[in-house]
């Protein structure tokens, strides 16, 4: 069984992207845009652990903790939010909250909390992480939870995006990905700038894997992308 999450927030952009990470990595999700609707989901569904944004409609992330926390004494909350000032962090640990992570984050880090503490306080019945997430291809692996790539050159960070980038190759190794479904589905628009930035990550990409002459990452003119492996 896996580990289900639910998560709070009202940034419908970023509730796609981490909603989507954390598919990925294995979970299973539950998002609300708003308190009330998350504390309903909480109800109906007992969750294994929460992430909470803090700034919601309805009802805030202090207060949704509170009422978490009169319902279930042991969940681990995690808070994600903007407000980064000492008392707010405060304000975070004292409404229920168990670990605190401050906006911009990086999804690896998160996940890496989301496993420490589904370690210390989860249901070890259940699978709170998938052997698929190192992805081996060629003479190159990929590890989507560290967001960390192996090539026979050596052994790099990338970020968020271009580890999206490479699993959706992945998914479609040896076979077009079009560029248009890949902008759709990591950006959630395709728009020239967009489309200019993906390019710039496609170039990082590339200069990383081209040290491993098993894989080769093709652009298909006016088509979009292919990962030969």
């Known amino acids: 069984m896996k580990y289900k999450i ?3 927030e009202d940034e419908l952009t970023l509730a796609e992207i981490i909603s989507d990470g954390l598919r990925s ?3 299973e999700v539950e998002a609300a845009a708003d308190g009330r609707t998350a504390l309903q989901l909480f109800e109906s569904g ?3 652990l929460c992430v909470l944004d803090i700034m919601m409609p309805l009802k805030d992330g202090y207060t949704l903790a509170e009422d978490i926390r009169r319902l279930n ?3 681990p909350i995690i808070f994600l939010s903007a407000k980064s000032l000492p008392e707010d962090v405060i304000k975070g640990f004292r409404s229920g909250g168990n670990d605190y992570l401050k906006k911009p984050f990086n ?3 998160l996940l890496i909390r989301i496993e420490a503490l589904l370690t210390r306080f989860g249901n070890p019945l259940k699978q709170y992480a998938p052997s698929s997430n190192r992805k081996i291809f060629g003479d190159c692996t990929l590890d989507t939870v560290s967001q960390e790539l192996i090539t026979p050159h050596g052994q790099y960070r990338i970020s968020y995006k271009e580890t ?3 699993e959706l190759l992945l998914e479609h190794r040896n076979a077009l990905l079009p560029r248009q ?3 759709l589905k990591i950006w959630g628009d395709d728009s020239y700038y967009n489309a200019r930035s993906m390019d710039v990550f496609m170039s990082h990409l590339r200069k990383m ?3 491993d002459p098993k894989v080769e990452l093709m652009s298909i003119r006016g088509a979009g992308y292919k990962l030969l492996c």
Do not use: F, H, R, W
């Open 164 to 166: 999206a980038i490479l």
């Open 25 to 27: 990595s294995g979970y």
């Open 209 to 211: 894997l081209k040290d």
């Open 6 to 8: 639910l998560y709070a």
């Open 181 to 183: 479904a890949a902008l």
């Open 46 to 48: 007992s969750p294994d």
């Open 73 to 75: 004494s042991t969940v």
């Open 107 to 109: 999804m690896g880090e």
